[in-house]
């Protein structure tokens, strides 16, 4: 089993919906959360930032963690046109003597069609 | 400000052949990294420097060499190039390596071996 599973899509959505993006993880050391949104020919940008459970809301997007389940999901409301990318979910631990560890999802392809 | 800016955008090279890949980045960040992005393999990190004066290798560091050059500049270099590092490469900054410091990448440059 893999540490991160995303599911790659892609996935396409009309202009409105809601949109609901996940990743499991297994490795339970796990306590920061990220997802990074990435256009076309561009590098990723950090989206939302969570540590540990519960829920994040910054504008349209809700990231949520549920570690008893080593769940993970971004919520994306009234979907634009302008949010078609590839969505990253990453998440990180800073283990015992120094050591630390980030790892990345694969990546869901989103279209939004107007 | 700028972020992390990666030159060239693009570059082909012919099996063998050498190239270095610049970074530079301008928030003050102690923390760079190099990372490749292949279709189905998502983000791979190739080497970092936790901070000026050190480099360590990553997930997948052969045929690669790094150079951190000072504080803001972190280059990648391939000695000699072979089809299999064909690829987009990536370049990172945080603030220092642990999992309260996102990372923030440049743009990309889009290389390919023949």
């Known amino acids: 089993q893999k540490e991160v599973e995303q599911d790659p899509g892609p996935l396409s959505v009309p202009e409105g919906a809601i949109v609901s993006l996940n990743c499991t993880y297994s490795?339970?050391?796990?306590?920061?959360f990220m997802w990074y949104r990435q256009y076309s020919r561009k590098g990723p940008e950090l989206l939302m930032y969570?540590?540990?459970?519960g829920n994040k809301e910054d504008g349209r997007f809700t990231a949520q963690v549920d570690k008893s389940s080593k769940y993970i999901s971004l919520f994306i409301r009234d979907s634009q046109p302008s949010d078609s990318a590839t969505y990253l979910c990453?998440?990180?631990?800073?283990?015992?003597?120094?050591?630390?560890?980030?790892?990345f999802g694969k990546g869901t392809k989103l279209s939004v069609i107007p | 400000n700028a972020g992390v800016t990666q030159t060239p955008k693009f570059q082909v090279l012919k099996t063998g052949q050498s190239m270095t890949l610049q970074c530079a980045q301008d928030?003050?960040?102690?923390?760079m990294y190099w990372y490749r992005q292949d279709p189905g393999m998502g983000l791979r990190l190739i080497y970092y420097?936790?901070?000026?004066?050190?480099?360590d290798k990553g997930e997948v560091p052969n045929g690669y060499n790094v150079s951190r050059l000072n504080k803001r500049e972190f280059s990648l270099r391939l000695e000699s190039a072979a089809p299999s590092q064909t690829s987009v490469y990536f370049c990172?900054?945080?603030?220092?390596?642990?999992?309260?410091?996102?990372?923030?990448f440049g743009n990309g440059t889009r290389l390919t071996v023949t």
């Open positions: 990172a900054s945080s603030t220092v390596r642990d999992g309260n410091s996102p990372l923030h």
């Open positions: 490795n339970s050391a796990f306590q920061y």
């Open positions: 969570t540590y540990s459970s």
């Open positions: 990453a998440m990180s631990a800073n283990s015992g003597a120094g050591s630390y560890q980030l790892t």
């Open positions: 928030m003050n960040h102690n923390s």
């Open positions: 420097s936790a901070s000026e004066g050190t480099t």
